[in-house]
């Protein structure tokens, strides 16, 4: 009996393991995260991996049930100033990762309809060009330490 109980965890390790992944065709999309907001818009954070041979792209996004647009962002550097600015779409090149970030690659969710709460899950739809549509459950969090930090998670 303890054999079998042991052969039924190790099935669903794997399934541990991905839970915070999302997939569509050939692209993964991990730990979909935002920030706790106390204003009227707030950032959303991800990795993209393109697993397949041909460049995808990132064109939309939605999160109906908690803002009125979503947005693509990158924010860039302007002299000594950085600047954030809405970008059409971003590139998933075959066989990389992209990670949105802070001070890097973002969604911006605008006009929030209330503040986003620790612990909060959200769901975003995401658009690509090649692969669909790919829905994901994002965790509201602090706000990490600095951008390395982000990373982590």
Not at 68 to 89: P, W, Y
């Amino acid at each position: 009996m303890r054999m079998i109980a042991a052969l039924a965890l190790l099935c669903l390790l794997p399934f541990a393991a991905a839970g915070h992944e999302y997939r569509s065709g050939q692209i993964a999309v991990d730990h979909p995260w935002a920030r706790a907001t106390s204003g009227r818009t707030g950032a959303v954070f991800l990795q993209i991996e393109n697993t397949g041979t041909a460049l995808d792209r990132l064109i939309a996004a939605e999160a109906p049930d908690v803002a009125e647009r979503a947005e693509l962002h990158v924010h860039q550097h302007d002299g000594d100033v950085m600047r954030m600015r809405e970008i059409g779409s971003l590139e998933l090149p075959a066989g990389k990762t992209v990670t949105l970030a802070p001070g890097g690659f973002h969604l911006m969710l605008m006009d929030l309809k209330s503040p986003l709460k620790v612990g909060e899950k959200i769901p975003v739809k995401l658009r690509f060009e090649r692969a669909g549509e790919v829905e994901v459950l994002l965790q509201v969090e602090t706000k990490p330490a600095s951008a390395t930090d982000a990373h982590k998670h």
